[in-house]
């Protein structure tokens, strides 16, 4: 089974112009079960407010147009509807009820994770296995290759795990805490890394239940990569 690395949960909705310290208001109630609370762009329109659950491994930001929920490592509890996600989903309804609040436009879930194994796990044996034949030979010595694969509501992204630049361009260590230990654990992993995006087929399509069908859905996909590995 591959390693659950990091997952993203996003709902865009209509521009909040005045958001500033309208969202400040709405995460107050969740300031003392929080580890942590972070304001950038303070008294801006574009101003973003980050709710951090640091020893849970989850964060919850939000600015004038989105509001995401990022976790790290197992989404199991992510199912359960007083999991982690019920405090996305209570300051989703909070936005909601303000009066300049326009429209959601459904929810976007992105995942990474890791088929940890020796196999594959470097650009020329992957390009061997899965590409070699459909593509011109670019260099002698390919340093990375991935396969990419997109419908309209769904795309998948995978090729052999390079710590040294997907730890960065994929932003898998989110807590300063984290910073050293994770991220050397992670410079010590090999194998596939893995990115599925999933879209709501509705863009009123935005609670628990529709979180669950993003993620069923993403699990069969993963299913079906994981058996061509």
């Known amino acids: 089974m591959p390693r659950s690395i990091k ?15 309208r969202a400040r208001e709405i ?19 574009d101003e973003r407010v980050a709710l ?3 020893e849970e491994g989850y964060a919850i930001d939000l600015n004038w147009e989105r509001i995401a929920f990022v976790g790290v490592d197992s989404r199991e509890s992510y199912r359960d ?10 300051i989703l309804g909070d936005l909601r009820e303000d ?34 034949g459909s593509t011109p030979n670019l260099s002698a010595s390919v340093e990375d290759a991935a396969i990419h694969l997109e419908s309209a509501l769904a795309t998948m992204t995978f090729g052999p795990f390079r710590p040294e630049t997907d730890i960065q361009e994929h932003n898998l260590v989110i807590f300063n805490n984290q910073l050293s230990g994770r991220r050397a654990e992670l410079m010590r992993t090999k194998g596939v890394l893995a990115n599925v995006t999933t879209k709501s087929e509705s863009p009123s399509a935005t ?14 996909l993963m299913e079906r990569l994981q058996n061509a590995l």
Do not use: C, K
């Open 81 to 90: 509807d007083m999991g982690p996600l019920r405090f996305f989903f209570q």
């Open 99 to 132: 009066e300049s609040f326009g429209e959601v436009d459904g929810f976007r879930l992105n995942t990474w994770d890791i088929f940890e194994s020796t196999e594959y796990s470097d650009a020329e044996s992957f390009q061997s296995e899965f590409i070699a």
């Open 52 to 54: 951090l659950f640091e």
């Open 7 to 21: 997952t993203e949960l996003l709902a865009s909705y209509s521009t909040i112009v005045d958001l500033g310290g």
């Open 27 to 45: 995460i107050a109630p969740y300031r003392e079960i929080a580890t942590g609370v972070s304001v950038q762009q303070s008294n801006r329109p």
């Open 207 to 220: 609670g628990h239940d529709d979180f669950l069908s993003l993620i069923d859905r993403r699990d069969s």
